[in-house]
């Protein structure tokens, strides 16, 4: 007896997922561009692909880092700016104020240490389209110090 193969998804779930869970990073980031700005201790190390479609910042700045970046808002950092489809930051880079503007689609991981909350995400070489196959990432998710650690990854959802 034949085994049918398995339906193509035309719904195109992972992306849909990716996209939600891109939108918990942008209500993140609109919370702390309010007047009140980041609750308790939370802080957000956001990492991204420099070379993905969208990013811009100072040349010098990108140059130094070709492939990812990872940017820290904790305590300095101003003229936050949370759009629909990227958001807008100013951080100091060796001294000197510089703006990053970086499109969701761009962002691989973010990760807010004070409560262990870990996303990651794929991207590919369009916005808002999921990757055909995970890359390994250039450096692995720091380390859990609590074992009950929040993590969320699409890999829960799929079906193994």
Same mark, same amino acid.
């Given at each position: ?17 990716? +996209?939600?869970?891109?939108?918990? &990073? ?22 991204? /692909?420099?070379?993905?479609?969208? &990013? ?27 759009? +629909? ?6 951080? /100091?880079?060796?001294?000197?104020? /510089?703006? &990053? ?5 761009? #962002? ?6 004070? #409560? ?6 794929? #991207?590919?070489? +369009?916005?808002? +389209? ?20 929040? &993590? ?9």
């Amino acid at each position: 007896m034949a085994q049918e193969p398995p339906a193509q998804d035309q719904m195109h779930y992972e992306a849909l997922a990716q +996209e939600a869970l891109r939108g918990v &990073v942008k209500s993140a980031l609109k919370r702390a561009a309010s007047p009140e700005g980041l609750p308790g201790a939370h802080h957000f190390y956001i990492t991204f /692909k420099t070379d993905a479609p969208g &990013v811009s910042g100072p040349v010098d700045l990108l140059s130094k880092y070709p492939d990812e970046m990872t940017i820290v808002l904790q305590h300095q950092y101003w003229d936050l700016a949370p759009g +629909e489809t990227f958001f807008s930051v100013t951080l /100091k880079f060796g001294g000197s104020p /510089k703006r &990053v503007s970086v499109p969701y689609a761009a #962002v691989t991981r973010f990760y807010d240490p004070s #409560v262990q909350f870990l996303l990651q995400f794929e #991207v590919s070489g +369009e916005p808002g +389209e999921a990757a055909a196959a995970p890359e390994e990432p250039s450096e692995p998710p720091p380390a859990p110090t609590d074992p009950a650690e929040k &993590v969320v990854s699409l890999d829960q959802f799929r079906k193994k």
